[in-house]
């Protein structure tokens, strides 16, 4: 009977015959810069994945990450152009910088209510009105300290509106000491931005608050009706110029591509040890073909609002189990400016004042446990 050796022995002589001589050789080597930034990458902690904090590694969905680092090099004003950047995301924008969004391959059209987007977990679609205008969110863009989108069915978590994914916006939390920002840029087509913020905090109480402007237009666009390039005839007598220029000398004051619109966000909060509550406000209200836009039209501008309320308190209870209740309101509204032409044509005195033709308020308590067993 020949005789062998036991596989496991015979495989361990072979890496001590072997394998020694090249350890020695070739000792381990510190990682790489790319390495260690990969390593960095993968260890970032992400929340909106499973609504606690893990490892991006860990997360069970695809999620994308975007820092306040990463808008402040870019010199980026506006929460669509940051969200350009990321590559799960189409952006979809129309007249006035107005945005809708959708996840890449999905839905491309900008459809309604298909992609949950949170400030710091309030999610902000209600009935009034299908569509999210991203330029219009209650929060300046430099308070926004990192996004978090979530590529993929996430309804389980998030609700009907998640259908496709969730783009989850936390604000800065708060270093100790005083620290501010201030910005302001102006480019052509009368467009103007600023935005400024201030953060103060000691041990364990804090306070932040921001503004944001924009004012834009005066792009001198032609267009023409369709169908039409050529002067046609008006059943009222003479003819009709089908061209139009927007905030031109033929342009229609409800057509102007002029906007006004600002944002503001304020948060108040105290932390110790194992308990944490805050309080925050925000509120953004965007004004299409302003007043004074001549020629008068049928209503001298539009306006969209929406206003926020949120106060939560987070209690560790031990290593292993936490919880945490959130308290908010959210109401939007739509509206026109005064009309004088309305209020002939319609005998009703109160277009001669801004009136509000939608408004949408909407409560909700979220009450979160969470329970790590690993601790």
Excluded at 18 to 42: H, K
Excluded at 305 to 314: Q, R
Aim: net charge negative; aromatic share 8%; glycine share 10%.
């Amino acid at each position: 009977m020949p005789f062998s050796l036991p596989r496991t022995f015979g495989t361990l002589t072979v890496l001590l015959a072997l394998g020694t001589p090249t350890w020695a050789q070739n000792p381990p080597t510190t990682p790489s810069q790319d390495e260690l930034e990969l390593l960095e990458l993968l260890n970032t902690p992400v929340t909106g994945a499973s609504k606690r904090e893990q490892r991006l590694i860990d997360s069970p969905q695809a999620i994308e990450v975007l820092t306040w680092e990463d808008i402040r090099q870019m010199g980026i004003y506006r929460l669509q152009d940051a969200l350009k950047l990321m590559t799960s995301i189409d952006i979809i924008e129309a007249e006035n910088g107005y945005s809708v969004i959708g996840m890449r391959g999905v839905m491309q059209e900008g459809q309604p209510r298909t992609v949950q987007v949170l400030i710091d977990g309030v999610p902000l679609y209600t009935p009034l009105g299908g569509t999210l205008d991203l330029n219009n969110l209650p929060l300046p863009v430099d308070l926004i300290e990192r996004i978090e989108v979530v590529r993929g069915p996430s309804s389980t978590l998030y609700g009907a509106n998640a259908v496709v994914g969730v783009i989850a916006i936390s604000t800065k939390k708060l270093d100790k000491g005083l620290h501010g920002d201030l910005r302001a840029s102006v480019a052509d087509k009368a467009t103007f931005r600023s935005t400024a913020n201030l953060r103060w905090s000691d041990s364990g109480f804090g306070v932040l608050a921001g503004y944001s402007g924009a004012s834009f237009g005066d792009s001198g666009y032609r267009t023409h009706q369709v169908g039409y390039t050529l002067p046609y005839p008006n059943p009222l007598g003479g003819t009709v110029d089908p061209w139009i220029t927007f905030d031109g000398p033929k342009g229609a004051g409800h057509q102007s591509d002029k906007a006004h619109q600002s944002a503001a966000y304020a948060r108040i909060e105290y932390r110790s040890e194992k308990s944490s509550y805050w309080f925050s406000a925000g509120q953004s209200r965007k004004m299409l073909s302003p007043v004074g836009q001549p020629p008068v039209s049928y209503m001298n501008y539009r306006f969209y609002e929406i206003g926020t309320l949120l106060a939560g308190w987070n209690q560790t209870w031990s290593k292993t189990f936490s919880t945490e209740v959130r308290i908010h309101r959210m109401q939007n509204k739509a509206g026109a400016g005064p009309s004088a032409i309305l209020a002939t044509v319609l005998a009703d005195p109160a277009w001669t004042g801004e009136n509000t033709w939608g408004d949408a308020t909407s409560d909700q308590i979220d009450l979160q446990a969470n329970w790590n067993p690993s601790g």
